[in-house]
T-cell receptor
């Protein structure tokens, strides 16, 4: 079956522009995560959706970042007024269980802010 | 919230040697501890996980040990091979909240 799909795979934008990154999780997976990975760095938690519960937004670095998940499936991460420090790979992951279990990651969206 | 520390940041071993990566966590409520492997340019993938009702789990050449009293857990790789070269991440969760990752260990296995 299809895995986690992310788009675009690469995005180059100018400082100050808004960007949207899309994640299509594995069908039926109730949990969805966004992480950020800067070059050679770790996996920085951004936001966590679990079913119909209120999302855990505690990792969003500033109010320029927001995310939504429509219909319990597709998620969009939006970064407004991009800055150069936003350049990173944004990874989406989904999981099938309500209790934390294996995360299946997408290939990531590489964002470069010039 | 949960904080996970991971050591060492880099580890170089000779093929056939053992490798050990250690993590500590802060939230005593955490009860799920997975390890992910990320090869260069690839997505992270789960290689082994442990829940707090067991102290050790093995899968062929890899094993994870957990010490809940000390709040630390470790990944052990025996008989390392060049294809084990990758970045390894530990993580922790209380089972109902976000999964928090450590900062990663770059393992290099030299032939």
């Amino acid at each position: 079956g299809a895995g986690v799909s992310q788009s675009p795979s690469n995005k180059v934008t100018e400082k100050g522009k808004d960007v949207e990154l899309r994640c299509d999780p594995i069908s039926g997976h109730t949990a969805l995560y966004w992480y950020r990975q800067s070059l050679g760095q770790g996996l920085e938690f951004l936001i966590y959706f679990q079913g119909n519960s209120a999302p855990d937004k505690s990792g969003l670095p500033s109010d320029r970042f927001s995310a939504e998940r429509t219909g319990g499936s597709v998620s969009t991460l939006t970064i407004q007024r991009t800055q150069q420090e936003d350049s990173a790979v944004y990874l989406c992951a989904s999981s099938s269980t309500k209790i934390t279990g294996e995360l299946f990651f997408g290939e990531g969206s590489r964002l470069t802010v010039l | 919230g949960e904080n996970v520390e991971q050591h060492p940041s880099t580890l170089s071993v000779q093929e056939g040697d053992s490798a050990v990566i250690k993590c500590t966590y802060s939230d005593s409520a955490s009860n799920y501890f997975p390890w992910y492997k990320q090869e260069l340019g690839k997505r992270p993938q789960l290689i082994i996980d442990i829940r707090s009702n067991v102290g050790e789990k093995k899968d062929q050449r890899i094993a994870v040990t957990l010490n809940k009293t000390a709040k630390h857990f470790s990944l052990h790789i025996t008989e390392t091979q060049p294809e084990d070269s990758a970045v390894y991440f530990c993580a922790a969760s209380n089972g109902f909240q976000k999964l928090v990752f450590g900062t990663g260990t770059r393992l290099l296995v030299s032939p």
